[in-house]
């Protein structure tokens, strides 16, 4: 049969082309409008060029964000990326405790954003909260309202106790694939533990560890309910990630076009980073 | 290299057994050779793989010891045990080179390097991947993958014996050949105590010294490739070896006459059959002449293939097939005679000796 050659079949993408063009384009494009106008409300704008740029690149305000942003998804990554392969390295592999732990896994994961703040924010009260007041019966100085070292670590904990079973879930379900052959051969072999783990468990978990990389980096790096719920960025502006500080630019102080375009440079990074993470990790996976 | 003694093994995967039909792997109790080939032969699901694993020590019996050359090895770990084990399905460290996965077992059991790259290349040339020693070994055909997994229970030349778990079922019909010839001479080279477990009647005769057929998780027979053909010591080794299986017909015995429905025959041998016992007649469709003269036969169906002919036909109301040379003949009015040498009874389908 001849085959017709025609452009019909973009009519079948034009729907998810609207899609995206509603859920995504316009709006980045509405932000883009902002960041190169000035406004004084009234729906007045005056062209600005690149000065909202300029301005935001050269803030010690948002390289201190930037800096405090890194640092953060940096410890957490540290943390997380290990103690989830530890803790999915020794979950059951079948009986009752299979339910039990992927249920109890599953937990932190299904509570909204805000209330896992709420939670935190409360639980580390020295007044009236649990881990607050413990501390502190226990003779620990401990107040993340008023000490930097507090509040940081306050939430990465609350950050791992969140997040960590996200890292679990991912390397159980690899761990899960590998057939019993891979362990029978291994003793056969004479393998140690570590030989297992390093030349079976981890190849198998590589895929999904990427993934669990990224997706950890990209969320942590974007992170803005927590902190405003438990710190509002404090003391002072410790705890002030780009996200927090983007919102007190763009609806505490107004300020459309800076806030606009430091939103695209936000963007952009974790765009660039996440693409360097994504290459760097693909392509030593394709040498090996 | 060493002589397995198997003693009064049974295994059950549940917590507790309560029937015999609760085990895997009823009652075994033999002593396999020194430097010996064997087959366990057998369907799926008859025990064969439970036996290979309780060997090599991935399974602990339920029940029972093994002893190597004489010691008692059945809490002894796999590692500590010195057994090499191939499994059916290709198992390869993917991250890792060919020559590296070959290496694996030796350099786990610290032998020193100039005598891990001496050994590895010898296996590299002798499963014919020598171009690839240096690539990794993720991207190879799923015959090279078995054949590295092959390799790695082959390069360690000090194991008490080698098991292989239906090694070639992955592998090419060509290649199996090939590969299978190649185990039968590294066994003539070496001498390791080999057991090699398959489903394939052809792979086991031809692999082993001594053919072990498995039935419902025990050992029904262990006899040459001859023995199992012309003695089998169970109807279900009659019917599992060979191609047609056995005939069996119900009989009816009377000292050392057969009643085969209203034909009688005549043995050279009066089978000693307990009362109430389920007797039957098994005899080869290779031992069954059909001719002219002897017992009536209604032919359904001749399926010539090649060789030899096929004859299908039905006898005192039971199927009946019966093995004719290429150029033998079909007569009009066929009827059949046994060879009364080929000719052996079972009661409740354990064979009776001619001797008793």
Known sequence: MEKTWNNKAWFMVLPVLLLVAFSAVIPLMTVVNYSVQDTFGNNQFFWAGTDWFTEILHSDRFWQALGRNLLFSAIILSIEIPLGILIALNMPKKGIGVPVCLVLMALPLLIPWNVVGTIWQVFGRVDIGLLGFTLKALGFDYNYVNDVFDAWVTLIVMDVWHWTSLVVLLCYAGLVSIPEAYYQAAKIDGASRWAVFRYIQLPKMKRVLLIAFLLRFMDSFMIYTEPFVVTGGGPGNSTTFLSIDLVKMAIGQFDLGPAAAMSLIYFLIILLLSWIFYTVMTSSDEQA | ?356
Not at chain 2, 37 to 45: H, K, M, Q, R
Not at chain 2, 75 to 85: K, Y
Not at chain 2, 301 to 308: L, M
């Open chain 2, 1 to 356: 290299m060493a002589r397995i003694n198997l003693e009064h093994i049974r295994h059950a995967y549940g917590e507790r057994p309560k029937s015999e039909a609760d085990y895997a792997l009823k009652e075994v109790h033999h002593e396999w050779n020194d430097g010996g080939a064997y087959a366990l032969l057998g369907p799926s699901g008859c025990g064969k793989t439970t036996l290979l694993n309780i060997i090599s020590g991935l399974l602990q019996p339920s029940e029972g010891k093994i002893l190597f050359d004489g010691h008692d090895v059945t809490r002894l770990s796999t590692q500590q045990r010195n057994i090499a084990q191939v499994f059916q399905f290709p198992v390869i460290y993917d991250t890792m080179t060919v020559y590296d996965n070959l290496a694996f077992p030796l350099r786990n059991r610290r032998v020193p390097e100039t005598e891990v790259d001496r050994r590895v290349n010898e296996i590299i040339d002798m499963i014919g991947l020598g171009g690839w020693a240096k690539k990794t070994a993720r991207g190879l055909t799923a015959d090279q993958k078995q054949k590295i997994s092959l390799g790695r229970g082959l390069v360690r030349n000090d194991v008490n014996a080698i098991l292989f778990d239906e090694p070639l079922t992955v592998i090419d019909p060509h290649m199996k050949w090939v590969l299978r010839s190649q185990l039968k001479k590294l066994h003539r080279q070496f001498g390791f105590t080999m057991v090699y477990v398959t489903h394939d009647q052809t792979e086991a005769l031809t692999f082993a010294d001594k053919v072990v057929v498995m039935y419902d998780g025990q050992i029904v027979q262990i006899g040459t490739p001859a023995e199992l053909f012309e003695r089998p010591s169970h109807t279900f080794v009659g019917y599992f070896i060979g191609s047609p299986g056995m005939n069996l017909l119900p009989a009816q015995i009377t000292g050392s006459t057969v009643a085969l429905g209203t034909d009688t025959i005549a043995l050279d041998f009066s089978p000693k059959v307990a009362a109430g016992a389920k007797t039957e007649l098994g005899i080869r469709p290779e031992f069954v002449r059909l001719g002219r003269e002897g017992m009536h036969v209604r032919i359904n169906k001749v399926e010539d293939i090649g060789r030899q002919k096929i004859v299908r036909a039905e006898f005192a109301g039971k199927p009946i097939a019966i093995v004719l040379p290429e150029d033998g003949e079909v007569p009009a009015d066929a009827r059949v005679t046994f060879d009364p040498s080929a000719i052996n009874i079972y009661a409740d389908s354990w064979r009776v000796g001619r001797e008793a």
